[in-house]
């Protein structure tokens, strides 16, 4: 089967979910055989998230060969289960920065370079190079922002092109905003007739659209929005808030949008597949009511910042049969006295990942209070360097113990920076990233949970456990349980006196997926109950 494409654009306002459609559409696809990939292009300037702030943009997710990415593509993992790779994730600054190099190397000699034809040159090239290397049956091409904003005027009109170009071969998904006055006891159509109209004065006629609404439509409204906008009735499908991310899949399922988008890429329909495991998962997932409640300590009050870390507790939490009560408590805030008070009626811990000097006391005192109390504790990355400072300090009697990040000239740099990052100068990129191998002691407990004694993890930092110090460490009561073959790095830190104190160097979170949780959260979270 050729390659067909599917442009997934919004409309109205941002955050209305593009990832999650971008995502179900995938599992739609994959569920009836097909081979899918799904790719994300972000318009801002940056070349990847990875120094974006948390509050700018949610979590930096990491794909398996080191690219720091948009949180979306977490997502397209936990729907679909694939992995995606660093040509899954374009921003507009990777794209100019191809183009500039090029342009110095002389490809385009003697050429005046633009917008047209050269920028939207490569984004073409870019949303096509997925299926020129690997094949897929559907490429989604999901495009950040909304319509109408300058920054992604590009990719409208890369996308426009390869439509014509293309034929029947690809489509346009766009979502869209139904808001609901309440004032008028009303329900909008308005804004997305805007939008479209937008979508069309760019030379895009929408295929299918997505009505995004907190109320039921009618079909006389999806009615009206089919005649207004030029699409056909049967392709406009509404999105309703769910109780669950994970339900949207087959609430489109149930509107016959997979349907729709095989027909109009002059695919064969055939039957509606059943859709089995994913919905022996929902029924878990409805049925887990009962309560488990976990504390994330970490800097950043906001949903996206940890999305993976909470996505993988919720998994873990629904596979053991509970429903998990996340309770952010923010660093800055810990003190020796009132964590007793901030940590109580949690049945475990989770020590977040980070960057630098904020918090990092308050992550301390957590770590040390819920040692001394035997609180199942969970550190990941930063996490992990900081349950290593705490017991360098509390146990081993290293009062000055520290991470030469936050204290670059620390007589005990129990936490050091690592060799290779020495020279490194550029921030963007250059942190140890992406999945490196780590082989796991005979007789630990990380041992048993995966049930191998080797395994693959994900990485993102310039930091690591300081060798110097092993023998110490493990003299003294904390195992050095995971370890890199090839640098010897150490990966896995626990306790095994405790009931469940682990930290891992790398981050567990970004592969975890709804069919396949992870191990090491499923491990934690039944410690729990
Ligand atoms: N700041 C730490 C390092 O760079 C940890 C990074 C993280 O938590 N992702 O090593």
């Avoid at 034809?117 to 989604?140: G, M, N, Y």
Wanted: glycine share 8%; with cysteine.
């Amino acid at each position: 089967m050729q390659t067909k494409y599917i442009f997934v654009t919004g409309g109205v306002v941002s955050s209305l979910g593009k990832g999650i459609i971008s995502a179900s559409i995938g599992k739609l696809l994959q569920a009836r055989g097909h081979k899918i990939t799904i790719q994300k292009f972000d318009p801002y300037i940056n070349i990847d998230p990875g120094t974006l702030n948390p509050y700018e943009h949610g979590e930096c997710y990491v794909t398996v060969d080191g690219m720091e990415t948009d949180l979306d593509l977490g997502h397209y993992e936990r729907f679909t289960g694939i992995r995606t790779t660093r040509e899954n994730s374009v921003t507009t600054g990777r794209i100019y920065q191809a183009v500039i190099d090029k342009e110095r190397r002389g490809d385009y000699l003697g050429k005046t370079i633009q917008v047209v034809p050269h920028i939207t040159d490569e984004i073409k090239r870019r949303i096509q190079a997925l299926a020129a290397r690997e094949h897929f049956d559907f490429v989604i091409t999901e495009i950040g922002g909304t319509i109408g904003d300058i920054e992604s005027a590009p990719f409208m009109e890369a996308i426009r092109q390869l439509r014509w170009e293309m034929g029947k071969n690809a489509i346009n998904v766009h979502l869209t905003y139904v808001p609901y006055l309440r004032a008028a006891g009303e329900l909008k159509t308005k804004p997305t007739q805007h939008s479209v109209k937008e979508l069309q004065s760019m030379g895009i006629q929408p295929d299918i659209l997505i009505l995004r609404t907190e109320l039921h439509l009618e079909q006389s409204i999806l009615n009206k929005v089919a005649s207004f906008c030029n699409v056909e009735p049967e392709c406009v499908v509404q999105s309703e808030d769910l109780p669950s991310i994970y339900e949207v899949p087959l609430n489109m399922q149930r509107q016959g949008l997979d349907a729709s988008i095989l027909r109009k890429l002059g695919e064969e329909v055939g039957p509606t597949p059943e859709m089995r495991p994913w919905r022996t998962f929902l029924q878990l997932q409805r049925d887990s009511t009962e309560e488990v409640h976990i504390g994330l300590v970490g800097k950043y009050d906001l949903q996206d910042a940890y999305k993976s870390i909470r996505e993988s507790l919720a998994l873990a939490a629904i596979y053991n049969h509970r429903k998990a009560r996340l309770h952010f408590i923010n660093s800055e805030e810990i003190t020796p006295d009132n964590v007793e008070e901030l940590l109580k009626g949690l049945a475990g811990v989770v020590i977040c990942p980070g960057f630098g000097q904020r918090g990092i006391e308050g992550k301390i005192n957590a770590i040390r209070y819920t040692r001394t109390h035997d609180i199942p504790t969970f550190g990941i990355c930063l996490g992990m360097q900081m349950i290593v400072i705490e017991f360098a300090r509390n146990v081993i009697g290293h009062k000055d113990a520290h991470s030469v990040e936050m204290m670059p000239e620390t007589k005990h740099n129990v936490i050091d920076i690592m060799e290779s990052q020495k020279s490194i100068t550029n921030m963007g990129g250059t942190m140890r990233l992406g999945a490196f191998g780590c082989d796991l002691k005979e007789g630990s407990r990380v041992r048993a949970i995966y049930g191998t004694d080797h395994i693959e993890e994900r990485h993102r930092h310039r930091y690591e456990f300081n060798n110097a110090y092993r023998a110490e460490f493990e003299a003294n009561g904390m195992m050095c349980t995971g370890r890199n073959p090839e640098s010897d790095l150490v990966e896995i830190v626990e306790i095994p006196t405790l009931r469940w104190f682990i930290g891992t160097q790398f981050h567990p979170e970004y592969s975890s997926t709804v069919l396949k949780p992870h191990p090491l959260f499923l491990d934690f979270v039944k410690t729990l109950i």
